[in-house]
């Protein structure tokens, strides 16, 4: 028996998900290894400490969690329990940062929430076994991603950068981060130099196309 914990902050997603996985059965061979939910959470931070009680086999995860971490860090922290369960995203988001944030982040695969139920039984059955889940076009993505990585941000220049998108000035940037005007500057220099841009409408359109915020 394989055991599940889901995490996503949709009540409704975690009811379908559970429905999906305690009738498996019916969407499996007869003779498939049965799925059982052990527990669900809305964040990252409890799911983290549900894994650390129930010690589930695979955590089934969602990208964006609402407020607190998000499925990356919760997927590395959960990858640092021992034991550590193999964690497996399920998600709406197919941006190629997110899809190779989370491999790296010690993931066991990458599923779109539009898939077959079929296939998400299968993919939690393989993740537990070790194996790597991932469509053959998410794989080819993960595969030209790690030949050519993305620029590397800093937290404080994602930070700047969120601030940026919401049309903040740099002072304003400022006080929200309780830094001086120069040092937005440099920030924001770094931020441009990285990703290869001369304007601040430019590194938000290419910051949001690569996932980076």
Do not use: W
């Given at each position: ?15 379908g ?32 400490t ?8 695979v955590v ?17 922290a ?31 695969g ?6 077959d ?24 993505r ?72």
């Amino acid at each position: 028996m394989t055991t599940v914990l889901l995490v996503d902050d949709h009540p409704v997603v975690r009811s379908g998900l559970r429905a999906v996985l305690d009738g498996n059965g019916s969407v499996l061979d007869d003779d498939a290894d049965a799925v059982q939910v052990v527990g669900e959470a809305a964040t990252g931070e409890e799911a983290i400490t549900l894994a650390c009680h129930l010690r589930p086999d695979v955590v089934l995860c969602d990208l964006r969690l609402g407020h607190g971490i998000d499925g990356i860090r919760t997927t590395r922290a959960l990858r640092g329990l021992d034991p550590a369960p193999a964690v497996l995203i399920l998600t709406t988001f197919d941006r190629d940062a997110e899809i190779l944030g989370a491999i790296e982040a010690g993931a066991a695969g990458y599923l779109l929430k539009d898939v077959d139920p079929a296939v998400i039984v299968d993919g939690i059955r393989r993740a537990a076994a070790g194996d790597m889940v991932l469509a053959p076009d998410l794989a080819a993505r993960v595969l030209k991603g790690m030949r050519s990585p993305l620029p590397r941000l800093t937290e404080r220049e994602v930070e700047v950068l969120r601030l940026l998108a919401r049309g903040s000035t740099n002072k304003e940037i400022a006080r929200a981060l309780f830094v001086t005007e120069a040092t937005v500057k440099s920030h924001l220099a770094h931020i441009f130099t990285k990703l290869d841009v001369d304007s601040r409408s430019r590194a938000i359109h290419v910051a949001q196309e690569t996932g980076l915020i």
